[in-house]
T-cell receptor
């Protein structure tokens, strides 16, 4: 079975802090994705990566950056957390675009 | 910009009844995915529909895809409480790896 893991299930940070969310997949998938999920807005893509060191902006990249130094690991970075970044963050991966994405358990981030 | 619309957004139905959730999208695609999300949990893949006319069934759920109408349906037969969850459709377009998700349909099955 594909397994996508995220470093934290719950995280509380203060405004202005730098925040790292990590995601690891164990199926040698090429593509990895970061979404945020907010009530009434569904899932919105922040960034995705189709190869090591490669990244593409999604629909809402502002205030975020990403890093993919190894194929299995994709990190989301909030350079200076703000309260409007309080959300559920979901990581996903897939082999290529013809296949469904597999999701991690999510990280619920609260910025106070 | 691709838009993916689901309706209804909220659905409350009695056990034993049938219902259909609709997913409309605004641009050409022949790849559509259905996911289920339980409260506080992540998304679980239900169906992958990869061509016009594709139909997949699993238990009480059946999904279909009409690429000409840009429409997918998720049909629920004889609902049971265990089907209570939020259901998302997602569309993949040809130019890249990006999925576009609908806003979800929150289904509650009442005994």
């Amino acid at each position: 079975d594909v397994k996508v893991t995220q470093s934290s299930r719950y995280l509380v940070k203060r405004t202005g802090e730098k925040v790292f969310l990590e995601c690891v997949q164990d199926m040698d998938h090429e593509n990895m994705f970061w979404y945020r999920q907010d009530p009434g807005l569904g899932l919105r893509l922040i960034y995705f990566s189709y190869d090591v060191k490669m990244k593409e902006k999604g629909d809402i990249p502002e205030g975020y950056s990403v890093s993919r130094e190894k194929k299995e690991r994709f990190s989301l970075i909030l350079e200076s957390a703000s309260t409007n970044q309080t959300s559920m963050y979901l990581c996903a991966s897939n082999r290529d675009s013809r296949y469904e994405q597999y999701f991690g358990p999510g990280t619920r981030l609260t910025v106070t | 910009e691709l838009k993916v619309e689901q309706n209804p957004l909220f659905l409350s139905m009695q056990e034993g009844k049938n219902y259909t959730i609709y997913c409309n999208y605004s641009t050409t695609s022949d790849r559509l995915y259905w996911y289920r999300q339980d409260p506080g949990k992540s998304l679980e893949s239900l169906f992958v529909l990869l061509s016009n006319g594709a139909v997949k069934q699993e238990g009480r759920l059946m999904a279909s895809l009409d690429t000409k109408a840009r429409l997918s349906t998720l049909h629920i037969t004889a609902a049971v409480h265990d089907l209570s969850a939020t259901y998302f459709c997602a569309v993949d377009i040809f130019t890249g790896n990006q999925f576009y998700f609908g806003t979800g349909t929150s289904l509650t099955v009442i005994p």
